[in-house]
């Protein structure tokens, strides 16, 4: 084993750690949102809703992230050139980064996974307790915003922090997008002398490291929130 090459991998991998970071937080914004949004869609019992929902989720479970990335990744240009040549708009799709991409495949994806997520969560609350906030004043949203969405959150954190590493792991899967990451950056930093087992290992502890200062940060949340549990009996 090459100590100095891997030293050297380590820190390439390293410098690609901000974009990974980058990716997990813009599709968790998008996503965290769109994800309880269309939780509270599908609980409502809107037939057409529903089904959507149930073949968006089927479609996530039942793929592999990276079949995933390639169908998006090749019909949005084709989408786009068709639309921007329809309105006369001039502009070089091809020439939109990675990043772009990288957002919108991982956030579609984590969308789906957070939905069944606070769907679950949402079941756990009692419902009866937006009749109530209803009779003393409150509207819709500041029932959900005071008393419901706390009380989801406390049930939600454990599994949006699953969902949150597990997106963390996927930006690995962003050199299949040409997205310079810390996958693509350290492979590319190991051709030149072929030494994959070095440049693999970084990758390894980089992720590790990032992995577990979110499990961390989640765990320290999940003992603040912990105050609103009482609310759930």
């Known amino acids: 084993m090459n100590v100095e ?30 994800g309880f949004i269309l939780a509270l869609l599908r609980m409502n019992d809107v037939p057409v809703i529903k089904q ?19 169908i998006i990744y090749t019909s949005v240009p084709i989408m786009l050139n068709i639309i ?17 991409y990288a957002f919108l495949i991982f956030s579609f994806n984590t969308t789906a996974v957070l939905m069944e997520v606070f769907r679950s969560a949402l079941h756990a609350v009692d419902q009866d307790q937006l009749e109530a906030c209803q ?17 989801v959150l406390v049930v939600a954190l454990p ?10 792991k996927a930006t690995s ?38 992995c577990s200062l979110v499990e961390y940060g989640f765990k320290k949340m999940e003992v603040r929130a912990s105050r609103f549990k009482g609310t759930l009996a």
């Open 135 to 151: 009779s003393i004043g409150l509207t819709t949203f500041q029932s959900y915003r005071r008393i419901i969405i706390p009380q």
């Open 173 to 210: 899967l962003g050199y299949a997008i040409s997205l310079s990451e810390i996958t693509l950056r350290t492979k590319v930093a190991a051709n030149a002398g072929y030494h994959y087992l070095e440049a693999y290992i970084a990758i390894f502890v980089v992720y590790l490291v990032l």
């Open 5 to 34: 090459f891997l030293w050297e991998a380590f820190l390439t991998a390293l410098s690609g750690a901000p974009i990974a970071v980058i990716v997990t937080v813009v599709s968790l914004v998008i996503a965290l949102p769109a």
């Open 159 to 168: 599994n949006i922090s699953t969902a949150t590493i597990n997106l963390i």
């Open 84 to 100: 921007f040549t329809k309105y006369q708009i001039d502009y070089n799709i091809y020439e939109i980064h990675p990043l772009w």
């Open 52 to 70: 959507l929902a149930r073949l968006y989720v089927s479609f996530v479970r039942g793929t592999p992230l990276i079949i995933q990335i390639f």
